[in-house]
């Protein structure tokens, strides 16, 4: 690769890094490393929360990239932490040119502590406190069939709203089976927590 496409390619690397950096702010951390300047090797930070500055050198993994072209493309969800001890979830990717020699890197790096906080804040709103009251708002068994439906619809990545046709006709296919549909009111419960019409769930039924 000649430094011309060399200087083209971390130039679009940098477009790459903008667009990352703003669709995951403020969670997440996007750097692009030239590694044929080991010395200088941070050309672009994004979204900013290590406190590094552009033009600082390479980190170990960078190193171990530019001396051994062998080292894996992709090392994805590695733990890392800050200089200030912030825990943080990593993935580096690394680009090769066509002889195969590493030239560039993009690492995103998730700050998990801001994630720390939303869980424990959720935790404390979602929290319920034991006592003598027992009390039933929903007698249709509804809770278990929208976690048979989360569960299924998170087991393939998507959502109960988001699930491909094919996708949605296997699960309501599961729900029969397990009887749920056979409960007062589960068609109905199962085609909202999914948002399709009742006639939907049935003709997936058949």
């Known amino acids: 690769m000649t430094a011309t496409q060399n200087k083209h390619l971390l130039a679009e690397l940098k477009h790459i890094a903008e667009g990352l950096g703003r669709t995951f702010a403020p969670f997440c951390e996007v750097v692009v490393h030239d590694l044929s300047n080991p010395k200088n090797a941070i050309l672009a930070i994004e979204n900013n929360l290590s406190g590094r500055r552009v ?16 080292y894996p493309v992709v090392i994805a969800n590695y733990a890392n932490q800050f200089a200030d001890g912030r825990k943080v979830k990593s993935t580096s990717i690394g680009i090769r040119n066509e002889a195969g ?18 869980q424990a804040a959720m935790a404390q709103f979602t929290g319920t ?45 599961d729900i029969k089976r397990a009887g749920y549909l056979d409960i007062r009111r589960g068609a109905e419960i199962a085609a909202a ?7 939907t769930v049935y003709n997936d039924a058949k």
Do not use: W
Request: charged share 25%; glycine share 6%; aromatic share 4%.
């Open 129 to 173: 406190e034991s006592g003598a009251v027992a009390e039933t708002l929903d007698a249709a068994n509804a809770d278990r069939i929208r976690q048979t439906i989360d569960d299924f619809a998170a087991a393939r990545a998507s959502t109960a709203r988001s699930l491909k046709a094919a996708d949605r006709r296997q699960l309501v296919q």
């Open 101 to 118: 020699d590493y030239v560039a890197a993009l690492c995103l790096n998730v700050d998990l502590t801001l994630f720390g906080g939303i």
């Open 193 to 199: 927590h999914m948002g399709v019409s009742r006639a």
């Open 55 to 70: 033009g600082q050198p390479a980190t170990e993994l960078g190193l171990a990239r530019i001396h051994d072209p062998a």
